[in-house]
């Protein structure tokens, strides 16, 4: 396994004004794969946003070491090469929203790296193209749905031709066809070789991942294929975490004597399963 991210006794704690100290990372390890699609979950404080600013070096560790492709992020020689390889989306697309013209919004980032303009247009087709946006290149941003706006987002970080995406709840203000394809763009970058971590409370999102990592105040609990992590439901109950709607339907329909063949797991596999 060729490990792109790779945090080693990762400790992050914020000093409050009066001086407190909240440990929001205890000593967490873990690796990521190159090319690979992880889900972090876990509930509400458990740490996920500030791993995920950990990576994107917007905070450094207080103790242990995060590499990125190799490059320890406590080394500021590191910080514009670590940047240049990760990108980040928010949860609120209206934050990072910073032009009036969709194509504008997205030429943002590389023409703050001084790219060249023929370089720019040509990375601002492709961005529009990979979130499915062309023919609103010329809109305004506020006009358009949340899905639309966060795929507009994920495009100008498309842009910047990032080795990675951190995406952090992306689809947690989105409606369930926005939510579906913001979930749709994710898959295809990652298909085309964006190494994807995607942050979410969605189990069903995480599900469709290659790795979940479960985080639970600053600690991993879990890690593992979806496979392992959804067959447990008892412990991700004491984690305040639920197993996806589709894992749970095809075990009670399991228990009540359904024969289904042991590799069937999602949804699509069951319809195509009964309606052969
Ligand atoms: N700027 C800050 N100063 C002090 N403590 C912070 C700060 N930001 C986060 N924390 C604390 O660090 C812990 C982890 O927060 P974090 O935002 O990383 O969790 P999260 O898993 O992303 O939560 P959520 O699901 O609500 O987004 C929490 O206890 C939180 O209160
Ligand atoms: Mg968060």
Redesign the pocket.
Known sequence: MQAYIEAQNLTFD?I?QDGDV?R?IDDISFCVEKGSFTAII??????????AKNINVLLTPTSGKLLVDGMDTSDPENLWEVRRRVAMVFQNPDNQIVSSIVEDDIAFGPENLGVDPAEIRSRVDFALDAVEMREYRLKAPHMLSGGQKQRIAIAGAVAMQPECIVFD?PTAMLDPKGRREVLDVIRRLNDRGITTIL?T?FMEEAFGADHVIV?DR?VIRMDGSPEEIFSDPDRLKELSLDVPAEVELIRLLRERGVRLPDQIRTAAELERFICQ
């Open positions: 914020y409050k909240v929001a876990g509930q509400n404080g458990s740490g996920k946003s500030t791993l709840e942050i409370h985080l600053g």
